[in-house]
Nanobody, 116 residues
Framework: QVQLAESGGGLVQAGGSLRLSCGASGIISSINAMGWYRQAPGKQRDLVAT???????NYADSVKDRFTISRDNAKSTVYLQMNSLKPEDTAVYYC??????????WGQGTQVTVSS
C-alpha cells in the first residue's frame, strides 16, 4: 500500500548537520502523518519528530530546537534537518507513516553516526 524510502544518513562530526529524506509511494492519499523514529543498539525505538498532513509538528525534547521536520508540496516526502548533532544522536533513523485507519508503515532505516 505505502512504501517508504529513506536517504541521507551517514557519518558526521559532533556539531555538524545532516538532512534525511523519506519518500512515500503507493497509495499515499490516505497518509495522515509522517515522522522519524530512531533506535540505538540496546535501546527502544523512540519518536524523534512527526508532521501531520496539515503541517502540525511535534518533537522529542532531546531534539527540540536542533532538528526540523518538513514536507514537500505534494506531501509525499518528509525531511529531517538535523543541526548541532551530538554523539547521543547516533542511531538508526526510521521513516514512519500512519494512515487514517491507523495502519503503520516503516522504512528500512538509515544509519546516522555522530563522532565526538
Amino acid at each position: 500500500q505505502v512504501q517508504l524510502a529513506e536517504s541521507g544518513g551517514g557519518l558526521v562530526q559532533a556539531g555538524g548537520s545532516l538532512r534525511l529524506s523519506c519518500g512515500a509511494s503507493g497509495i499515499i492519499s490516505s497518509i495522515n502523518a509522517m515522522g522519524w523514529y530512531r533506535q540505538a543498539p540496546g535501546k527502544q525505538r523512540d519518536l524523534v519528530a512527526t508532521i501531520t498532513r496539515g503541517g502540525s509538528t511535534n518533537y522529542a525534547d532531546s531534539v527540540k530546537d536542533r532538528f526540523t521536520i518538513s514536507r514537500d508540496n505534494a506531501k509525499s516526502t518528509v525531511y529531517l534537518q538535523m543541526n548541532s548533532l551530538k554523539p547521543e544522536d547516533t542511531a538508526v533513523y526510521y521513516c514512519h507513516a500512519r494512515n487514517w485507519g491507523s495502519s503503520e508503515y516503516w522504512g528500512q532505516g538509515t544509519q546516522v553516526t555522530v563522532s565526538s
